[in-house]
Nanobody
Framework: QVQLLESGGGSVQAGGSLKLSCSASGYRLSGCGFGWYRQVPGKEREPVSNMNLYGATNYTDFVRGRFTISQDSAKNTVYLLMNNLKPEDTGMYYC????????????????WGQGTQVTVSS
């Protein structure tokens, strides 16, 4: 059974930092793309950042320069380092593995974690 488990969320003041982790069990993260999403009550889940299977990264304009996405293949974990947090960054953060063709011919699947809450106060 595949499980993605996010952690690292919490409550911080504006300007602070958090590092979110997403650990996978039953699924190898390296060789597939993945991303981080944010959702606030009453709004749709929106992408924040992603990394493709080659390591290329993308960031939404609002977080570019403040957030850094990364992965540790040995730990089968992906991360989102969030610096200079703003109250507008508040939300539930989810990691997701992207479906499609992966490295070495593997087939990547679409999985979501359960989310971790980030609250930034002014």
């Amino acid at each position: 059974q595949v499980q993605l488990l996010e952690s690292g969320g919490g409550s911080v003041q504006a300007g602070g930092s958090l590092k979110l982790s997403c650990s996978a069990s039953g699924y190898r993260l390296s060789g597939c793309g993945f991303g981080w999403y944010r959702q606030v009550p009453g709004k749709e889940r929106e992408p924040v950042s992603n990394m493709n299977l080659y390591g290329a990264t993308n960031y939404t304009d609002f977080v570019r320069g403040r957030f850094t996405i990364s992965q540790d293949s040995a730990k089968n974990t992906v991360y989102l380092l969030m610096n200079n947090l703003k109250p507008e960054d508040t939300g539930m953060y989810y990691c997701r593995t992207y479906p499609g063709s992966g490295s070495g011919g593997r087939v990547c699947a679409d999985y979501w974690g359960q989310g971790t809450q980030v609250t930034v106060s002014s």
